[in-house]
């Protein structure tokens, strides 16, 4: 599946051919402690539908049972088995690292804990103990004295290291607050040496889903290009992009190889629409969607049509821009294509 397919009369859907929906949750399902306008109910449809739906998560700081009530709060319905969070996905790769039973330096709080003791292994949170490795994972309650602790085990170089998540931020009620990836960056400086990564946009997370939920066909609905459509696509899973979150107008357009989305959604109803086709003109200069029109001369790049759509006329200069082959950083964008 590409943003990018020849002119045709055949209508697309972004869910033709999936055998199941897999959604990030802040930015696409909701924000804060709010449902995103309109995500409860396609993610209900998708669900009556028949397709299985299951729900990504690199926040570590939570059970899955835990954000499953949170979500069935909104009126989805999702038991624990629907969830898959990182350190579900950090102890499938610590697995393949340590024998069976063997003792772990946990560095995080309960969704962590639960999934280390839940794969067999012991906790221990004291580098005295010898661990034989280390995991870490985001909780509010992470300080310097749990950071140290994992350093002190980490110069050891006999000793493993798993992070669940590198995300430099976490959105919180109060706004974005420092993430996971700047407490392992922490250690790092100590230590001089980098773990293994489980989650977004590393493959293991993906790999335990399409497991779990016996998908062949699956998509991925993400808001953040840096973490969800790069994992998706480091996957072979089609990507969704949906403009409800972190990542707009302005990132797509930038977006490098690797983390461009194969479909643009200007929110979750838009699963069930046809997919506008992208078109080019004859010379190559003009990218069209719908009744948006983009030209791309050169280094300059400007609108044609603003078109009917805002959503249209992202998706037309993404694949203006993606298509050239240039860096964003060499071309003169119109401001009206992410203003």
Do not use: C
Not at 44 to 60: D, F, H, K, P, W
Not at 152 to 163: K, N
Not at 297 to 320: E, Y
């Amino acid at each position: 599946m590409s943003l990018f397919r020849p002119k045709t009369t055949e209508t697309v859907l972004p869910l033709d051919g999936v055998d199941a929906v897999l959604a990030d949750l802040d930015g696409v399902v909701y924000q804060g402690p709010n449902p995103i306008p309109h995500a409860v109910e396609a993610l209900s449809r998708v669900a009556a539908e028949g397709l299985r739906t299951g729900y990504i998560t690199n926040n570590a700081s939570r059970t899955d049972a835990q954000v499953a009530e949170h979500l069935t709060g909104f009126g989805l319905t999702v038991a624990p088995a629907d969830v898959v969070t990182s350190p579900q996905a950090a102890m499938r790769v610590m697995a393949t690292l340590v024998d069976p039973g063997s003792l772990i330096l946990v560095v995080g709080g309960v969704g962590l804990v639960t999934e280390v003791e839940r794969a067999g292994f012991v906790v221990t949170r004291a580098a005295a103990d010898k661990p034989a490795a280390v995991v870490q994972g985001f909780a509010p309650e992470v300080g310097w004295l749990q950071l140290a602790e994992a350093s002190f085990a980490l110069h050891d170089p006999a000793v493993h290291w798993v992070a669940t998540n590198t995300d430099w931020t976490i959105p919180v009620a109060g706004g974005i607050a420092p993430g996971n990836g700047t407490l392992v960056s922490a250690v790092h400086t100590a230590v001089g040496r980098l773990p293994v990564v489980a989650g977004k946009p590393e493959k293991p997370i993906f790999e335990v889903a399409t497991e779990r939920f016996g998908a062949r066909h699956p998509v991925f609905i993400g808001d953040r290009l840096d973490t969800d459509t790069m994992g998706a696509k480091r996957a072979g899973i089609t990507a969704i992009h949906v403009l409800t979150g972190i990542d707009r107008a302005k990132q797509l357009l930038a977006a490098p190889k690797g983390s461009r989305p194969d479909f643009i959604l200007r929110d979750l109803r838009q699963l069930f629409e046809p997919y506008p086709v992208t078109t080019t003109s004859k010379d190559g200069s003009e990218t069209s969607v719908g009744t948006s029109v983009v030209r791309m001369k050169g280094h300059v790049v400007r609108v044609v049509k603003a078109g009917d759509s805002p959503t249209d006329l992202v998706r037309a200069g993404s694949a203006a821009i993606w298509n050239s082959g240039l860096s964003i950083h060499a071309l003169d964008v119109d401001p009206a294509l992410y203003s």
